[in-house]
């Protein structure tokens, strides 16, 4: 099945930074979102974007589908940001996520 | 709008017991989903629904059975519960097919002793 690689796996920043977040996947997909785990476990969908670029308030993100690769960005970071960040493909009708990064940020 | 909803939020069961995981959804979205998440890792398909009347396999679907009651409701079934199966399920749904956007449910936390 396709794989898909996020990098960096953790990152403490300080509150107020900005931070870009990668998402590398290995075939074509049909699909691609970016969720946001929170401290207590929910996921909390943030883009729907197979491809092309989308904001929203400090967040935004963009497909390169050609090249593979998703990149999301956070600005002026706040301590409500904490928490994992997934990326998740579909590809041959087969749902995969990528193993997160890994967010803290501190006041 | 409740989104999609699951029952229970937590279950603690014995090796060998069954179990049933319930999963609604009043956006009338026609597929639905259900995943694991074990520690550390991201999420794994496990069966879905593409609309109703149809159920297929996905990653990971030994150890369990689904079955979609009807629009609104997705069940999954662990017959003869393992400790492999402790995890978190998480239930999805989205309009029409797994290309389309997916909106998950709160999780419920399953250990199995």
């Known amino acids: 099945g396709i794989q898909v690689e996020q990098s960096p796996p953790d990152l403490i920043l300080q509150e107020g930074a900005n931070s870009t977040l990668r998402c590398n996947f290995s075939?074509?997909?049909?699909?691609l979102q970016w969720f946001h785990q929170n401290p207590w476990g929910q996921l909390i969908n943030l883009f729907y974007?197979?491809?092309g670029t989308k904001q929203n308030g400090r967040l935004s993100a963009t497909t390169v589908a050609t090249e593979r690769y998703s990149l999301l960005y956070i600005s002026s970071s706040q301590t409500t940001d904490s928490g994992v960040y997934f990326c998740?493909?579909?590809?041959?009708?087969?749902?995969?996520f990528g193993a997160g990064t890994r967010l803290t940020v501190k006041p | 709008n409740a989104g999609v909803t699951q029952t229970p939020k937590f279950q603690v069961l014995k090796t060998g017991q069954s179990m049933t995981l319930q999963c609604a959804q009043d956006?009338?979205?026609?597929?639905m989903y259900w995943y694991r998440q074990d520690p550390g890792m991201g999420l794994r398909l496990i069966y879905y629904?593409?609309?109703?009347?149809?159920?297929d396999k996905g990653e990971v679907p030994n150890g369990y059975n689904v079955s979609r009651l009807n629009k609104r409701e997705f069940s999954l079934r662990l017959e003869s519960a393992a400790p492999s199966q402790t995890s978190v399920y998480f239930c999805?749904?989205?309009?029409?097919?797994?290309?389309?956007?997916?909106?998950f449910g709160p999780g419920t936390r399953l250990t199995v002793l």
């Open positions: 974007i197979p491809s």
């Open positions: 075939d074509s997909v049909n699909n």
């Open positions: 999805a749904s989205s309009n029409s097919g797994i290309n389309n956007e997916q909106f």
């Open positions: 956006m009338n979205h026609n597929s």
């Open positions: 998740a493909v579909v590809n041959n009708n087969d749902m995969r």
């Open positions: 629904s593409a609309s109703e009347g149809t159920t």
